[in-house]
């Protein structure tokens, strides 16, 4: 069986986005966010309860310390998506961006020091701002300039409620 033309996703960007287009966007983004903010919750007690060599600092600065690393890592990491994303594909790029924000979690998983999370924040910092911006960089390339706003509003939707999810 062969499938109609229309219902075939296509490698690169469709020529022209319609909203439907969008849900090839919102899910992985969802997911992704989701993922990347459900061991949050709790994160500051696990923080708080691993193993530490920096006992000169205070615990409430060792505490922050994975989380301002994580944001850092997106901060650094997200000058270079674009050009990533042009050079890779939109699609490409969040795929190889879904593996460290995967693995930094398993790694959350295995980790038993505070040196050992933040690695793997950073590690997660940069897959997350890689998929991310990876999303909204095909949104922008791919909705018509007259939708772009409400395209980006529902890329943000997804983003945020991936973000409350998880």
């Known amino acids: 069986a062969q499938l109609a033309p229309d219902l075939i996703i296509p490698a690169s960007r469709p020529l022209i986005m319609r909203f439907c287009s969008l849900s090839d966007v919102r899910l992985p983004l969802f997911l992704i966010a989701a993922a990347d903010s459900f061991p949050l919750s709790f994160f500051s007690l696990y923080v708080r309860d691993a193993d530490t060599p920096l006992t000169w600092l205070n615990p409430g600065i060792v505490i922050s310390l994975p989380l301002a690393a994580y944001l850092i890592a997106i901060v650094v990491g997200s000058p270079y998506a674009r050009p990533l994303s042009k050079r890779f594909g939109h699609r490409n790029l969040f795929l190889f961006a879904s593996i460290p924000a995967a693995l930094s979690n398993f790694g959350f ?57 998880g």
């Open 109 to 165: 998983f295995i980790s038993t020091s505070v040196l050992e999370i933040i690695f793997f924040c950073v590690f997660s910092g940069i897959g997350y701002a890689f998929a991310s911006l990876s999303c909204q960089d095909y949104v922008i390339d791919a909705a018509p300039k007259e939708q772009r706003a409400q395209a980006l509003g529902l890329f943000h939707v997804a983003m945020f409620g991936g973000f409350y999810a």
